[in-house]
């Protein structure tokens, strides 16, 4: 233990060991494919379609991906998609 630790409560270093998880977890996947926001479904059948409800302001949006991770279609659907036949 260095000396400027010995004089940090207990409390308070439980507490920055949560911030640096947090930190850590909430950071996006520096080879992610796919990354964003408020996704609201998600299906897999040899490639995968992903419903983004875009904040539930307005329409979102239907996004298709190959298993090869290249975007195949897009389109702009209702607010609030969730379900949709793929």
């Known amino acids: 233990m260095t000396m400027g630790m010995k004089y940090i409560s207990p409390v308070l270093r439980i507490y ?3 911030i640096i998880i947090f930190i850590i977890r909430t950071l996006p996947p520096s080879n992610a494919v796919i990354s964003g926001e408020n996704f ?5 059948n040899n490639d995968t379609g992903i419903a ?3 904040h539930f302001q307005g329409n979102g949006k239907f ?3 190959s298993k090869d991770d290249n975007k195949l279609d897009g389109k702009t659907v209702a607010i609030g998609p ?3 036949p793929f």
């Open 52 to 54: 983004d409800a875009a």
């Open 63 to 65: 996004l298709a991906y």
């Open 16 to 18: 920055l060991l949560l």
């Open 40 to 44: 609201s479904g998600l299906d897999y």
């Open 82 to 84: 969730n379900r949709f």
